[in-house]
Structure formats: C-alpha cells, structure tokens
C-alpha cells in the first residue's frame, strides 16, 4: 500500500509538473483575458444583467478550461508513454499499473485546481473592480411540508404531484410553509432572509394587475407545536414590498409584485423579509404563512421555489471555487474516460470518444424530454431509456445558472456532485486499470 | 548453493495478432538460472530474443509457456522488482525533467524517503558523471548523458540485481569504458548482473557466464573462459626478444608454429591512453 500511495503521489507530482513545463498554463492565462475582457466589453440592459453576464462568463471560462483539459491531458501523457515506450521503465519499477493511472488522474485534477482557483480569484477581483461590488451569495433552505389554508383558516396539505396552487375568490386565503433544519445561532443582523416569489394576476379576465396586499407571519416550530405567530418585516433593501410611491402598503402587510418563473436573481426577484432568531425554534423549525388580502387578483404560489429562507452563502470567490469543484468532479469522470480509452486505442480515438461523452452527456434532457413525445416508437423509447440510464447527465448539476442567480454552491452540492459523477469515475478507472494490467508492452 | 537469482524453465513467447492467432515465436524454450554475485551476459543479433527475455523476467510480458522467477517470485512481483534496477535498451526518460528531478522520480516510485534520494541521487549523478549538468533538462541532453543517467537511475534504489539492455550503446569509447569498470564494482559490491548486448568485446571484459541465443533458441551457455579457450593451442609472451631468440622459437615449434608477430594492442587500450595523456597536458599551439 505505501509502494501504491508513493507510486501514485510521484506520478501526480511528474503530470502536474509537466503540464506546467508544456505550458499548460497559457491556457488559463487566455481564458483569463477572455474574462477580463468579458467583464468590460459584455453589454446588457442594466448593470444587474451586466454582472450576472460577468459571473457566467468567469464560470464558462473555467468549465471550458476543465472539459478541454480533463479529456486532452491525461490521455495524452499516457499515450505518450505507450507510445513511446517511457511504460517499459515505469512499469519495470513496483509502480502498479493502477497506481500509474491513478497518478496521472490526481496530477490532471491537481493541474486543474489551480486553474479553477486562478480564474475564480481573477474573476472576482475583475467582478469587484468592474462593478465595485460583488454579488450577494445566498444559501437557501426550502419548505419540507406546504399546506394550503381556506379563507376560513382551515389548513389542507397540498397534494404530492402538485406543483403549484392558485389563491383566488374571498380574501384570508393563503399557504403555509413548514421549514426545519434553519440555524439557531450567529445569525446575521435582523435574522435570515425570507424570499417570497409569486405570479399575480388579476382575477377577472381581461384585468390587468400585478400586485396584491398580503401579510406573512411566522411562528417557531413546526406540525403541531407551534408557538406564537408574529408579522414578518420587510428587508429595508427589498427589491419590492411596498406601496406606492415606495411607502409602507399598511400596517403588517406587503405588497405583492408579480415575477414570473424566468427570473431568478435572488437579491432581485424575490421579496426580502427577516425571520429573527425568536421565531425560530430551538430545534432549527418554524412555520411561516402567506394570506393573501384581497379578491381581486389571483396569487399563484410555485412549491419548488415560491418561498426560500436565506442565508449569506459566501464570497463569490469562494462559491466560483466550490462551483469549479463540482465541475471538477464531472472532469475527473471525462478524465477517467479517456484513460479507458487511451489504454485500448489510439489519441484519436481518445480525443473523439472524450468529447462524445461530454456531448452526449449534455443532452441528456433533451433525450428526457423525446421520451415524453407521445409518438416515440417502442424500440426507439427503449433505446433512449437506456442511454439516460447510463449516460452521466452533465446537466445535472448546474453551477452557472446559479452563481448567476447569487445562489451559494454549498459544499452539500460538492459532495452531491463528486458522489454522483465518483461512480463513474471508479467504474472507469477499474476498467482502465484492467485493461492496463492486460496489456503487454 | 545459494538460490538462483534468476530462473527460467522453458520460458517461451510467441506474439500473437489481434485475433490471438500466433505471428511470430520470439523465444523457444529457454532455461537458465542467474546464481547471485554473477555477472551474466545474454548474446545474441538483432531479434533474436534477449529484450523479449529480459521483459518476460520484469513482468512486462506474460510467457506463453514455460516459468520465469526472479528472487524465486512471479516476474510481476512488486516485492521483486523493488529490488531490480533495469536500464532499456534506449533511454526512455522524461525530457521536461533534470538529473535531479528524473533520478527523485524514480526513487520516489521505490517509496524511498527523500533524503535518501537526496543523498543516493548526489552520488550517483557524480559517477556518472553528470555533475555539471545536474540542473539541466533532459532535452538538452546528447544521447550520451542520457545514457548516463540512465544509468544511474538503474541503480538509484541500490539493487540486488542490475538488469543491462544494451548498457554501451550511445555511450563514447571513454563512457563504455566506465560502464564497464561499473559493472566489475557492482560485481565486487556483490550484486547480480544481467548484461545484454551483442558488443562482444564488452561481454568478454566483464562477463562470468554467457548464453548464446540465436533466432529466439539458447545456441550456447558456459562460463566465458571455458567456452573461448582452445585447448589445442598455447601463447608464449616474450618481453623484447632479440632476433636469435624469435629465431630459437621458431626452430624449437618447427611445424606446428602458427605465427610470430608482436601483439598489438586493443584499439579501446589505446584510445584511452591517447585521451589520458591529452588531457594531462595542455595543447601545444600550432605553429
């Protein structure tokens, strides 16, 4: 085992100091003035936009620098040493041929760590020297239970399948939320943020409103112990809430502003309110409710992301690294990959079958959504069953869309990530490792 | 009698194409043991089956027939080649790397600790002589110095047995010449030495035992003097002898006398005394 760690720790140190040596790094360095440049030149409708841009451009940079390199470097170097009969001395030493791949794996993941954290520390100094300010990062909880309560105060679980409800007809309506798991101490000034998000139309055809009156309470605890209810206050720097002319709409009560399921931008879509540390129950649950206060607009409330309690997830530095991890573990799979292929074929092939993976890995929602075409013939739904059970879904896991959005990547999302792309990764390797003990130099 | 270092029972390797059908037979039973403290040289041409063996004995190939053991374990036995140092027949290095680094490389794959590294890499880049280009890439290096360290990195995990593909090739007559001197150190340092090359005169300055092999067969195998003695012929060495003696001797051999020449000296002998005595004095200018 120590000739294993030692083999595999000399062979990571010799990839990550050739990488650098062939000017690996030129690469990193062009997809840092690509954000550089990004970041002055990218226009858009307001500096909101602008930033959001920017923060998708400097995740687009690193993920295009971890595919390009996770397929091309590993690959390359091991072909090199088929190829060029550098194997004969390796392999003439106690370096297990597992090892040696292992080693090469860990040197490309190595080489690309420092690439994510050199393009996530320019990108966030670009973002804070460009727009003097970075985004507030956010780490959001969602409900564990919603319930939806009649004008008469009669609370009815929300059916599982449903994805949204319609508050309409007499006012007093509302939902409730049941949320669990919230911290208990250190929190910010004023208590965690709670987002509220809801499409409001009016409720005669033909009407045209946007907003409705409201009042969001919240009590601690959760399902039957629940203790005193209160009015939750309006984030002095909340996107919208208020009244006309920016004034308080009433006593306890928000207004409602319609936003639609295309915005996404937590500090500029969703209604800011603060739960302070009293309505939180000493085991981390409170209950918070919506009531809706008049009859003439209709409040549509989503389950997936109507209502969220935030708190502050970070520098934006430190989630474009915990981000660019969740994009190393799907290069660490692609990387995996190509050693397979690199061990049985040719660099050509090599290069051809890492970029198919990654390709088809990409559209494993659009094979999902043919599948729901009715029309699909039998053989060819099976065929597609198959491929999105054993395609690794690159989609899964998507960290642009929210950076862009100020959602925290926590680290939650890291292990999620490595979890799911490390059974692929292992399964390769093993083949790869097989393969390579097969074969004779 | 100790156990064989090396020991292979009717070793056989046939390549095969991607089908598995047979292509080529590239060594026909061989069986030979490699005693410790031996140094043991494997002659042959061009393909006739001394790489195919010395991979079959690292484990870099499976036979198709026959056992191979080395330290009395399978080829592939880590435990076994943690005591092998092994040179290529070509240098197969890391041209981004330096001495330094290269010799770490390997020593590091022998999970050595670094300061032992350290010390064994000091000590061997300077018997190779390659002091002066320690800090230099390998890329900058001419086939000789790679060659060199080479070498070296064969012997950086100090080995019980030292496995030589080639060990002269690339090197200048001078570096041969140290190779060689090498090989009669390691010798007395007690280890075992597998030498491979088809530079005869090599082989004979620093060989116990040699095996012949021809077209992937075992044509011969003995101890060196035994095999290139002439029972029926004998040497008589006189120092400046006068007219009147080469004549008695003459007289005294009558029909059986096969010649009387001064003997000339090895062209190597010669070149290094050239180079040596060069060296010791500075050029004279030319007029």
Redesign the interface.
């Known amino acids: 085992m120590r000739t294993l760690l030692w083999g595999i720790g000399a062979v990571a140190a010799v990839t990550v100091r050739e990488a650098m040596r062939q000017r690996l790094w030129i690469l990193f360095l062009v997809a840092g003035v690509v954000v550089m440049v990004a970041g002055f030149r990218l226009g858009a409708v307001d500096p909101s936009a602008r930033l959001k841009l920017a923060v998708v451009t400097i995740t687009a940079a690193i993920g295009f620098v971890v595919v390009l390199l996770s397929i091309l470097t590993g690959s390359g170097m091991l072909r090199r040493d088929l190829d060029g009969r550098y194997a004969f001395l390796l392999f003439a030493k106690p370096l297990p041929r597992l090892g040696y791949l292992l080693g090469r794996l860990t040197g490309v993941l190595g080489v690309l760590l420092v690439g994510i954290i050199s393009l996530s520390a320019l990108g966030s100094a670009m973002v804070a020297w460009r727009f003097e300010q970075t985004p507030r990062m956010l780490d959001v909880a969602v409900p564990f239970d919603w319930q939806e309560l009649s004008s008469l105060g009669e609370a009815v679980p929300v059916t599982e399948g449903r994805k949204r409800v319609a508050l309409s007809g007499a006012p007093g309506n509302g939902v409730r939320w049941s949320l669990s798991g919230l911290p208990t101490s250190n929190l910010p000034d004023g208590g965690l943020d709670v987002l509220l998000r809801v499409q409001v139309r009016g409720a005669d055809a033909g009407v045209n409103i946007e907003d409705c009156l409201a009042t969001v309470t919240a009590a601690p605890g959760a399902g039957a112990r629940i203790g005193e209810r209160r009015v939750l206050p309006l984030d002095v720097a909340s996107p919208y809430g208020r009244g006309a002319d920016d004034s308080q709409a009433g006593d306890g009560q928000v207004m409602l502003r319609h936003r639609d399921t295309t915005r996404t931008d937590y500090n500029q879509d969703w209604m800011r309110l603060k739960l302070p540390a009293e309505l939180i129950a000493s085991d981390g649950s409170t209950t918070i409710e919506l009531t809706r206060l008049e009859n003439r607009a209709t409040v549509t409330v989503s389950k997936a992301d109507s209502l969220v309690v935030a708190q502050p997830g970070g520098s934006l530095f430190a989630n474009l690294v915990r981000g660019g991890l969740v994009l190393l573990a799907s290069a660490a799979m692609l990387c995996a990959f190509t050693l397979l292929l690199g061990v049985v074929s040719k660099l050509g092939v090599v290069l051809l079958g890492g970029l198919t993976l990654f390709f088809a890995g990409n559209v494993v929602w659009t094979i999902a959504d043919t599948l729901e075409y009715e029309k699909v013939s039998v053989p060819v739904r099976r065929l597609l069953e198959a491929a999105i059970a054993i395609l690794p879904d690159f989609d899964r896991f998507t960290v642009a869309a929210r950076l862009a959005a100020s959602q925290a990547v926590p680290w939650s999302a890291v292990a999620g990530a490595w979890a799911y792309y490390g059974i692929f990764t292992a399964f390769f390797m093993a083949l790869a490792g097989l393969a390579l003990r097969r074969k004779e130099l | 009698m100790p156990d064989p270092v090396l020991q292979t029972k009717g070793l056989t390797k046939t390549y095969t194409d991607f089908w598995g059908r047979p292509r080529v037979t590239a060594l026909k039973p061989l069986t030979l043991d490699v005693m410790p403290g031996e140094v043991f040289g494997l002659l042959g041409p061009n393909g006739s089956g001394k790489t195919t063996t010395i991979?079959l004995l690292?484990?870099?190939?499976?036979p198709t027939g026959g056992d191979a053991f080395v330290f009395g374990r399978d080829p592939g036995d880590?435990?076994a080649?943690?005591r092998?140092g092994?040179l290529?027949e070509?240098t197969?290095?890391?041209k981004?790397?330096d001495a330094e680094?290269t010799l770490a490389?390997?020593g590091?794959?022998?999970?050595m600790p670094a300061a032992l590294i350290k010390s064994r890499s000091d000590e061997l880049i300077q018997l190779v002589g390659l002091s002066h280009a320690r800090k230099r890439r390998l890329g900058e290096y001419s086939k000789g110095m790679a060659r060199r360290l080479g070498l070296a990195?064969a012997l950086i995990n100090d080995p019980s047995l030292v496995i030589l593909d080639e060990p002269t090739s690339g090197l200048d007559p001078l570096g041969s010449a140290e190779v060689k001197e090498l090989i009669v150190r390691l010798k007395r340092a007690g280890k075992t030495v597998l030498l491979c090359s088809h530079l005869l005169a090599d082989v004979e300055d620093v060989c116990d035992r040699i095996a012949i092999l021809h077209q992937g067969t075992l044509r011969e195998m003995g101890r060196v003097d035994d095999l290139l003695r002439a029972d029926d012929r004998s040497m008589v060495e006189l120092n400046a002898p006068s007219a009147e003696v080469l004549a008695a001797v003459r007289a005294a051999a009558g029909d059986s006398l096969l010649g009387v020449a001064p003997p000339r000296e090895r062209l190597e002998a010669h070149f290094r005394r050239i180079i040596a005595e060069a060296s010791a004095k500075p050029p004279e200018p030319k007029a």
């Not at chain 2, 590091?108 to 999970?111: G, I, K, N, T």
């Open positions: 991979k690292l484990g870099l190939l499976r880590r435990e080649k943690g092998i092994y290529p070509e197969y290095l890391y981004f790397l680094e490389f390997f590091r794959l022998f999970a990195q």
